[in-house]
């Protein structure tokens, strides 16, 4: 049954740029991915054994500062943008923002498929990825009635100009910079798939007219799980979640889920 389906904690994360205007960074699954394939979605997955190694407290900024139990999802999140789009959150020994390195390419298919871990790559690059960097945006945790859920934290951070977003070609098959207005456009026309919680959170991304605007909006806002209900409706049973959460009131069709 879905009820008994076991919830496994992942992370996501809203990349954000200023130049050449207010966007966020997405990616189109792939569609032999059997998690919401073929759709625009921020880069993100479920969390690996090595997101929870210990020694990450020497390669990691504001690691005492972060708590302990998110760590592993800021690690998670850092890593998935890193593998999906080929940008890595990090800063230097001298502490100044990383612009990237020619051994991140190379390693990209090793470390997204587990057979070189992410910390031994951020170890030979001397550099530290950057919790810090990383403001909680929401957290969403999948209705029962799926066949797979996970418990998804949203993180939201500022990209650094100087690194240039690539796709994957495995998970992800394109990647691009979109202001979240347009995405929510083209999905309306049905010229892009974008999920529910995906449309969502480019919602309450939107209603921000920078990054510093939508970080400083993110800090203020208090973070409400959100894990939709199937509640019955005149027009068929819709998917609710809480008002308190920032979107509004939503009554989702449960027919327009995809």
């Keep these: 049954m ?137 957290r969403w945790i999948t209705p029962a009635l799926m066949p797979k859920r996970f418990d998804t934290w949203f993180y939201l951070a500022l990209a650094n100009s100087e690194q240039l977003a690539q796709c994957d070609g495995w998970e992800t098959v394109d990647a691009e910079w979109i202001a979240p207005a347009e995405a929510i456009r083209l999905a309306a026309l049905g010229e892009r798939k974008v999920i529910f919680p995906t449309r969502m959170n480019l919602q309450l991304l939107a209603e921000a007219s920078s990054g510093a605007d939508a970080i400083a909006r993110a800090k203020a806002r208090p973070l409400v799980t959100v894990e939709p209900k199937v509640q019955p409706r005149d027009g068929g049973p819709v998917l609710v979640i809480p008002a308190d959460a920032g979107y509004g009131e939503v009554a989702e069709p449960l027919s327009a889920v995809g």
């Design 2 to 138: 879905a009820e008994d389906t076991p919830i496994k904690p992942a992370a996501t994360i809203l990349l954000v740029r200023d130049q050449p205007a207010f966007e966020v960074l997405m990616v189109k699954r792939h569609h032999q991915i059997d998690f919401a394939s073929g759709a625009l979605v921020f880069p993100g997955g479920k969390l690996h054994q090595g997101d929870l190694d210990s020694d990450w407290a020497d390669h990691a900024i504001g690691w005492a500062a972060t708590p302990a139990d998110q760590r592993p999802l800021r690690i998670a999140a850092i890593r998935e943008v890193y593998e999906e789009a080929g940008m890595l959150l990090a800063r230097d020994r001298a502490g100044a923002v990383f612009h990237g390195d020619e051994r991140m390419g190379p390693a990209r298919e090793a470390v997204a498929r587990d057979e070189r871990d992410f910390i031994d790559l951020v170890a030979e690059l001397g550099v530290k990825i950057d919790l810090e960097a990383l403001v909680p945006f929401a």
